[in-house]
């Protein structure tokens, strides 16, 4: 069942910004301060990725396979390709925080 795009799209981003703001709180409640929290979400994005994608196959496949999950999502607009891509951004949160694990290390 195709919805219309405007609700799509804005279940889409608020779906998007609850998964989000979960892994916000996980890191505020690890972290000392608000802006540790904050620095935390946007290493593990940024700097967690390309870490992980050059160091380890295993995290440059989880990007590959949450980008194909997050693309199809965005491309079919059907009711179950909105599970699909939350399920892509999950993982490529995930693979920012593994990124993040092996500089750690």
Same mark, same amino acid.
């Given at each position: 069942?195709?919805?219309?795009? *405007?609700?799509?799209? *804005?279940?889409?981003? =608020? =779906?998007?910004?609850?998964?989000?703001?979960?892994? @916000?709180?996980?890191?505020?409640? *690890?972290?000392?301060?608000? !802006?540790?929290?904050?620095?935390?979400?946007?290493?593990?994005?940024?700097?967690?990725?390309?870490?992980?994608?050059?160091?380890?196959?295993?995290?440059?496949?989880?990007?590959?396979?949450?980008?194909?999950?997050?693309?199809?999502?965005?491309?079919?607009?059907?009711?179950?390709?909105?599970?699909? %891509?939350?399920?892509? %951004?999950?993982? @490529?949160?995930?693979?920012? !925080? !593994?990124?993040?694990?092996?500089?750690?290390?």
């Amino acid at each position: 069942m195709r919805m219309g795009n *405007k609700l799509y799209y *804005k279940r889409l981003v =608020g =779906g998007s910004l609850v998964i989000l703001g979960m892994f @916000f709180l996980w890191f505020l409640a *690890k972290s000392p301060s608000l !802006m540790d929290a904050v620095t935390a979400v946007l290493l593990a994005v940024t700097l967690g990725i390309s870490i992980g994608a050059a160091a380890i196959p295993g995290v440059l496949a989880c990007i590959v396979a949450s980008s194909c999950l997050m693309g199809y999502g965005l491309v079919v607009r059907r009711r179950y390709a909105l599970s699909l %891509f939350w399920g892509g %951004f999950a993982l @490529f949160i995930l693979a920012g !925080m !593994m990124g993040i694990g092996i500089h750690s290390y």
